[in-house]
């Protein structure tokens, strides 16, 4: 009985460092392609790794007022304003609406695609 409890946390812990070493390699990707779209719009690429300054960025990139991301401390406010900051940052990069819903729903393939593609800041529009 004990051959099997410890096979049985073996593969646990398996399955544990598999699931860490691939949510690893997918916040190494998503800094990689915000450091590549904070570039193409003119911030510092080292800014997506600083707490509450990339937020400042990503606002300042999509709505053109940075301190906007304060709203984003309002309970109920945030919600509304988070989905709103997808929209704009599609817009401020030539994207459409359906862009927009990418990046509300597949995060870091869409901010991937604006990293690593073709897609060219044109400001907030």
């Known amino acids: 009985m ?5 096979a049985g946390m073996a593969v646990g ?25 904070f570039t193409k719009a003119g911030k510092p690429g080292w800014g997506c790794l600083v707490p509450f300054y990339n937020n400042y ?8 007022n940075g301190w906007l991301f304060l709203l984003t401390f309002v309970p109920c406010v945030n919600f509304v304003f988070l989905i709103m900051l997808y929209f704009k940052l599609a817009k401020a990069f030539g994207q459409g ?25 044109i400001g907030p529009q």
């Not at 004990?2 to 410890?6: D, I, K, R």
């Not at 690893?24 to 915000?34: G, H, N, P, R």
């Not at 609406?97 to 800041?121: K, Q, R, S, T």
């Open 2 to 6: 004990e051959s099997y409890e410890a």
């Open 13 to 37: 812990a398996g399955v544990m460092i598999v699931y860490m070493l691939f949510v690893l390699a997918i916040s190494v990707f998503m800094v990689v392609a915000m450091w590549k779209m």
């Open 57 to 64: 960025c990503l606002f300042e990139i999509a709505f053109g």
């Open 97 to 121: 609406v359906g862009f927009g819903f990418g990046l509300l729903f597949l995060n870091p393939i869409f901010v991937a695609i604006l990293g690593f593609g073709n897609a060219e800041y």
